[in-house]
């Protein structure tokens, strides 16, 4: 038997009401809720109505009639997760998140994601209304062409969120925090939309470049996709749909970087050919070593990925003082020829860079044989390593390849120059400092920072014996062995 979709009257409302069962969940994620919208409607509001408790959480979001099944390239018009109950969309303006444009006739379908759905199920209600009062079109300002025409290190933050998704903040509260911080560039990330970038497009500056981003978040794994041109479907059912995530990615010229692989929230889907893994996440002493230690496996399994870092910022309504959570902690600093959306692109993918602590936090490279990380070589025998590092005296240089730890040695001045030589490893080579002076220092602002906090950090690692502090990561030289009688570039 067939089940008549329910239709839309303008200046009337519009309820559906269901009940959600773990049935539901085990079937897909996100439930899709159809409706019909006449045409000539210019205006639509959606209230989602249920019973949240602690396990008890549905999202939030709508498709109108030009969505497909799986993946579409058209049709979405915005997610707000759990961050709100009331959103609207029309031709000429939306709530944060949404976006606004042509509203066609025809089939929509409300997003309900279904998070945490309790044993004996939920009752929800939406209520829907719709007007066809004249409104003109949206239109989206031209995005800027921002260049600082400058080689150099550029430093930037590739994770972080306004009140375009989780966060309380706006667009430009955010940007002048980057700003007052001394970051360079800064990809805002808003959960499941790109609405964010209505703001941020325009806004670029040769001072403050933003590159587009967004995290596609599921419930089994987050994910960044970095230099999007399109919104991408985020609606994975499983890994089977890993493939399809991947290829709109790489059909855009964009990068995929798994993000935070750690509790509370691992990646849970088989790891996807990504471009980068979100390696150093917030502050060092919230479960990374275990992420960089799957890192470490993965590059001894033959990935080439680089290392990235990112703070997972919300901005809140109003700037708040730096601290060891904030905006930049961590950062992730680029060699680039100059600054640009899609030269930062290009750094990320050819892995000249490294992570550090925050926007100030220590300088660390190195070459091998003349070649920056990120570079791929093809040596048997021994190689010479020439590295700086800055600002970490008394600190430790560590040097890591598959074969686990094969160097550590004392930072001995703020501005240190070396060369070593060594044996080629088999597989990847990197460097890291490790907090040994400044152990104390980085814990007491911690704990100078949780006096003033009334919340503890998610998965925040043990004060009082904790495991080494990380200050920066380096990205890896890569290492193949030559073919006989074979010239490699």
Not at 396 to 412: C, F, N, Q, T
Request: with cysteine; glycine share 10%.
């Amino acid at each position: 038997m067939s089940i008549e979709t329910p239709a839309l009257v303008p200046v009337e409302t519009l309820v559906i009401s269901r009940k959600v069962t773990r049935a539901d969940k085990k079937a897909t994620p996100f439930l899709e809720v159809p409706f019909n919208v006449p045409d000539g409607t210019t205006r639509l509001e959606v209230t989602l109505d249920y019973g949240k408790t602690d396990d008890c959480v549905l999202d939030l979001g709508i498709l109108d009639s030009s969505a497909t099944d799986f993946p579409t390239c058209t049709g979405f018009r915005g997610w707000s997760g759990g961050a709100r109950r009331t959103f609207f969309v029309a031709k000429d303006d939306a709530t944060p998140g949404y976006y606004p444009g042509p509203m066609p006739g025809g089939t929509w379908k409300i997003l309900i994601g279904l998070y945490k759905v309790p044993q004996g199920g939920v009752d929800l209600a939406l209520s829907l209304s719709a007007d066809t009062a004249p409104r003109p079109t949206y239109a989206a300002a031209k995005d800027s062409a921002a260049l600082r025409d400058v080689p150099g290190w550029y430093r930037g933050d590739l994770h972080c969120h306004t009140y375009h998704s989780d966060a309380k903040g706006a667009p430009a509260t955010l940007a002048e925090n980057a700003r007052r911080i001394g970051l360079d560039f800064l990809a805002v990330t808003d959960h499941n939309t790109t609405s964010q970038w209505r703001y941020f497009g325009p806004a670029s500056t040769a001072e403050l470049v933003f590159v587009p981003g967004m995290e596609v978040t599921t419930y089994r794994g987050h994910a960044n996709i970095f230099g999007l041109s399109e919104w991408i479907d985020f609606r994975l059912a499983g890994s089977h749909d890993l493939e399809a995530l991947t290829t709109e990615a790489r059909k855009q010229g964009a990068l995929i970087s798994v993000n935070h692989d750690k509790e509370p929230l691992p990646w849970d889907y088989d790891y996807p050919a990504m471009d980068c893994m979100e390696v150093y996440h917030g502050h060092w002493l919230t479960g990374n070593d275990h992420v960089l230690r799957t890192y470490d496996r993965l590059l001894g399994e033959g990935r080439r990925m680089s290392l990235i870092g990112g703070s997972d910022y919300h901005q809140p309504e109003a700037l708040a003082p730096p601290s060891p959570f904030g905006l930049g902690r961590s950062t992730t600093v680029l060699w680039l020829s100059h600054l640009d959306a899609n030269s930062v692109i290009a750094g990320l993918r050819s892995g000249h860079g490294y992570v550090t602590e925050s926007p100030t936090g220590p300088h660390l490279s190195f070459a091998a044989e003349g070649h920056p990380m990120g570079s791929k070589l093809y040596i048997d025998g021994n190689l010479v390593i020439d590295f700086e590092v800055k600002g970490a005296a008394g600190d430790r240089l560590v040097w890591v390849s598959e074969a686990g730890v094969i160097g550590d040695d004392m930072i001995p001045s703020e501005n240190w120059r070396g060369s070593y030589e060594m044996k080629a490893p088999e597989k990847f080579l990197r460097a890291e400092i490790v907090a040994e002076k400044s152990q104390n220092r980085l814990i007491n602002e911690i704990l100078d920072w949780y006096q003033g906090s009334d919340k503890v950090q998610r998965a925040q690692q043990s004060l009082t014996n904790p495991p080494p502090i990380r200050r920066a990561l380096s990205n890896p030289v890569y290492f193949n062995k030559p073919f006989p009688n074979r010239t490699h570039p």
